[in-house]
């Protein structure tokens, strides 16, 4: 089986974000960068299938030359080969990054594309429905489960209060939810491993851009703590402030 | 991390950032957990052996021919900082295995030993120990009175007794460190099964420091090994030296991610910690051990970050390293002091990391030389003057 994995190269949820002049993009210096982590899961899920059943896994990512990085974090994983679609900067219209890419993966007559319900820096969830809409193969979204057997897939998803089953034929696009698997670490040796396998860089054809980010604003500074008082007498001011004030009752 | 002050990382290549990034979230995902309740139990966590096997932590500077990593010396570092920055006990662990026992088989063992054992090693198969220090020789390890009497046919017995083991208990395999002949110039090495008859090992009870880790007095009677146990290379006192070389080197390292464990506790804790109606990190008194403990870190990091370069470019003195282990063990053992001071009184607890750390420290103060004996190895290098004896 030939699998995809598209991958985004995001900034850790631990680094502390500061807005670029302009305020439409952020800081790039001393901000630490990390695969984003949906996009492991589906990383996981591509090597467990590989490693089942056989095949390949290319990695693939559309950015500038840092994505390599990322992408060699897939290779340390244990991704036999990688992808890098070059630009510039970093596109944010979903439809013109997806283009690019259904471009490569329609070339590449992969079996299964995978990838992460969402990157953790644009919360878009968009990227998976529209590869699967310029591939025109089955897209299936946040999946927790995944079984493959005779070219059909069967996936499970969690909905409000349940479970949903979906299968569907190969190929398709899945997208990976937390609760896939547990994704493995780049091992020591897997790391030095990385440096010898293939890295392809090709311009990215990317398509027409209809979104754009106009500005980006910092979350307002939360408001301080307040001691309403203490023991029971303070009970009644709590729930009113609760109710009214913070409206959670 | 709040504790790169100075853009280290700048300094680092994609590799050695990988790497680091790989043993950090190993050591949050299975270590932090668990270490605190391991370190009031005074149990290693040994279940965790397979996991950094499978992830190249041991030897992981030894050459992929042998099953190794082959990573280069920076990047070993930043595994014991790593390690550390979990628990002392558990980069000891490494350090031991990878530095004491897989180091001398590589560098004085035959082609044989090294095909055995090194594959071995690296997957966690084999555990090993190293036996050199006894219980009357500590600092001065050329007075050691174990023995290896070569008989008629070429094999070896061995009869003395070695403490303060590290993985003693635990160890499949023991770098044996024993005298053939009258003075210290005889002393060889034997990698010694530790199912041989003769041979046992007990842990030492009653540690109130490196309480996750195996601490063990080995004693040898009548132990028979055959020729192929001796190291072929090893000669003299100063071949266990050259390991513990190897051992301060990722010590140095190490001491440097048991500070940083401290510091970020203790700048977390400052911040959210309210005292006088404010976080106790807007007192000067606080900001003052802060600004200590992130000045001398940043020193520290400085210091590693270049002797592993020499290391790397094979220029490195024995000299260097034990300036390195000094000054970062004892900065790392001030920061764990003052860090569980600016805690309070939570500060006692197992539930935070900075009373372990300072525990753990006073053994690493102590053990691969003291503090002292590389104050003296230093003093000896400017001057020219031995003031050992």
Known sequence: MKIAVCLKRVPDTETRITIAPGGQSIVDAGVKFILNPYDEFAVEAALQLKQAQGGEVVAISLGPDVVQETLRTALAMGADRAIQLKTDGNPYDTIAVASALAAELKSGGYDLILLGKMAIDDYNHAMAPALGELLDVPSVSAVSKLTIADGRATAEREVEGGVEVVTFPLPAVVSADKGLNKPRLPTLPGIMAAKKKPMESKPAALGAAKVVVRTLTPPPERPAGRILGEGAGAVPELVRLLQTEAKVL | ?389
Not at chain 2, 144 to 171: C, F, H, P
Not at chain 2, 273 to 297: N, S, W
Not at chain 2, 337 to 349: D, F, H, M, V, Y
């Open chain 2, 1 to 389: 991390m709040s504790t790169d002050f100075f853009d280290i990382d700048g300094a680092l290549t994609e590799e050695e950032r990988a790497v680091r990034d790989s043993v950090r979230r190993f050591v949050d995902d299975r270590v932090l957990p668990v270490i605190g309740q391991c370190y009031v139990d005074g149990r290693f966590p040994r279940e965790l052996i397979p996991e950094m096997a499978g992830l190249g932590l041991f030897g992981a500077n030894l050459p992929e021919e042998y099953g190794c990593a082959g990573l280069n010396n920076v990047a070993y570092g930043l595994i014991m900082q790593e390690l550390e920055r979990g628990d002392s006990g558990i980069r000891s662990f490494a350090s031991v295995q990878g530095a004491l026992v897989m180091y001398p088989i590589y560098a004085f063992g035959s082609e044989a030993q090294k095909r055995h054992y090194l594959p071995k090693m690296a997957s966690g198969e084999i555990i090993g120990c190293f036996g050199l220090t006894e219980p009357d020789y500590g600092s001065n390890p050329s007075g050691m009175i174990t023995t290896a009497r070569e008989q008629g046919d070429g094999s070896y017995v061995l009869n003395g007794a070695k403490m303060w083991i590290t993985n003693g208990s635990t160890a499949q395999a023991a770098i044996i460190w024993a005298k053939t002949g009258a003075d210290d110039k005889s002393i060889r090495g034997f990698v010694v099964p530790t199912d041989t008859k003769g041979f046992s090992a007990k842990d030492q009870k009653g540690k109130l420091s490196l309480r996750a880790s195996d601490t063990s007095e080995l004693v040898l009677q009548d132990v028979c090994v055959p020729k192929t146990a001796v190291l072929p290379g090893s000669g003299g006192l100063k071949s266990p030296l050259m390991c513990l070389t190897q051992a301060r080197y990722g010590i140095s390292w190490g001491a440097i991610g048991a500070a940083m464990a401290c510091y970020e506790e203790a700048l977390a804790y400052s911040k959210t910690r309210v005292m006088f109606d404010r976080p106790i990190g807007g007192f000067q008194l606080q900001q003052q051990r802060l600004a200590d403990m992130i000045t001398e870190i940043t020193k520290a990091q400085l210091l590693s970050l270049h002797l592993g370069r020499l290391k790397d470019a094979g220029t490195f003195t024995p000299q260097q390293v034990s300036m390195a282990k000094r000054n970062n063990v004892d900065i790392a053992t001030n920061i764990a002091r003052e860090a569980r001071r600016l805690l309070g009184a939570n500060g006692i607890l197992a539930e935070y990391s900075a009373m372990r750390h300072m525990e753990n420290l006073e053994s690493v103060y102590t053990y691969e030389g003291t503090h002292d004996i590389h104050t003296l190895i230093l003093g000896q290098a400017v001057t020219g003057l031995n003031a050992f004896n």
